[in-house]
Every structure is written in C-alpha cells, then in structure tokens.
Nanobody
Framework: QVQLVESGGGLVQPGGSLRLSCAASRSIFSFYVMGWYRQAPGKQRELVATITTSGGTTNYADSVKGRFSISRDNAKNTVYLQMNSLSPEDTAVYSC?????????WGQGTQVTVSS
C-alpha cells in the first residue's frame, strides 16, 4: 500500500512561514487528487487545499486563500504546502491525503503551532 509521510511542522511566530512536505512511497499519480487537511483542538477536521496530481488544478479554503499555496513535484513524489502570514488560528495538526476512487490514504500528521 501507499505510504504518505508529512514533515516540516514546528513552532513559528505569528506572521512567519512554514513549508510542509508530503512524501509518497511511490508516484503521486497513484492518486487523482491530493490535499492537506487540518484539525485544531476542539474543532472539526477541515480541508485546507487540494491539487490534482496531473493537471495541477488547485483549490483552497477561504480562510487560507492568498496565504497558502499547494504544489507538487511529480519527480520527487511530493506535495507541498507553503504557508505564509501565519496566525494562531492556523495552529493545528496538518495531515496529507491522497484520494483514489475507492479509498483515502492518510499520513500521520505534523503539528503546526503559531504562537508568540
């Protein structure tokens, strides 16, 4: 089965930036769409951004549009999430998702904490 491993999380100051990576154990073309989700304490998991693996079409949650950017490097089997202008509201566990017709694959999650 396909393994997804996230990295790049950590503690940053408000206004700072982080770049998350999601590395797949094989070609990301295994998935039609990949995305990032997040879950903050006491809140539901929410979709942050998605990207199609072939065409690179993206979509974003309104709360992150203009600040976050999702991208992919097919040769490296990796999807990225560039996060800029971070605020404490962005604090959450961020998880990578890869979707096929019948199954969703998930990484283990990486913690992002935005605090002064």
């Amino acid at each position: 089965q396909v393994q997804l491993v996230e990295s790049g999380g950590g503690l940053v100051q408000p206004g700072g930036s982080l770049r998350l990576s999601c590395a797949a154990s094989r070609s990301i073309f295994s998935f039609y769409v990949m995305g990032w989700y997040r879950q903050a304490p006491g809140k539901q998991r929410e979709l942050v951004a998605t990207i199609t693996t072939s065409g690179g079409t993206t979509n974003y949650a309104d709360s992150v549009k203009g600040r976050f950017s999702i991208s992919r490097d097919n040769a490296k089997n990796t999807v990225y999430l560039q996060m800029n202008s971070l605020s404490p509201e962005d604090t959450a566990v961020y998880s990578c998702n890869g979707r096929t017709q019948f199954y969703d694959y998930w990484g283990q999650g990486t913690q992002v904490t935005v605090s002064s």
